[in-house]
Nanobody, 123 residues
Framework: QVQLVESGGGLVQAGGSLRLSCEAS????????VGWFRRAPGKEREFVAV????????YHADSVKGRFTISRDNANNTVYLQMDRLKPEDTAVYYC????????????????WGQGTQVTVSS
């Protein structure tokens, strides 16, 4: 089983950048499709981006397309979320999670959610 731990959050001004990391442990990480999700205060958790096991295919939610980029380094068991041109509405706790079935990742039908990492964007 793959365990995922998020890091890299913080406080940033609108227009700034952050890079989140999702570090994995477990022998099957290279077969895992991994997604980033976020939960803003008072809102449901929402899908942000997904990357397939090979790293060749990605998909980003419309709300972050052109500003956020998901990538992965299988040699280091890490998935990244580069966040540029941040907006106050990006403020949320960000989570990563994954599965061998990419549909489950895109739909968020996953278990074993971690603590997440807080991103706060000031105006």
């Amino acid at each position: 089983q793959v365990q995922l731990v998020e890091s890299g959050g913080g406080l940033v001004q609108a227009g700034g950048s952050l890079r989140l990391s999702c570090e994995a442990s477990g022998r099957t990480f290279s077969r895992y499709n991994v997604g980033w999700f976020r939960r803003a205060p008072g809102k449901e958790r929402e899908f942000v981006a997904v990357i397939d096991w090979s790293g060749r295919n990605t998909y980003h939610a419309d709300s972050v397309k052109g500003r956020f980029t998901i990538s992965r380094d299988n040699a280091n068991n890490t998935v990244y979320l580069q966040m540029d041109r941040l907006k106050p509405e990006d403020t949320a706790v960000y989570y990563c999670n994954g599965d061998e079935a990419i549909g489950a990742v895109i739909n968020g039908h996953l278990s074993n959610w971690g603590q997440g990492t807080q991103v706060t964007v000031s105006s």
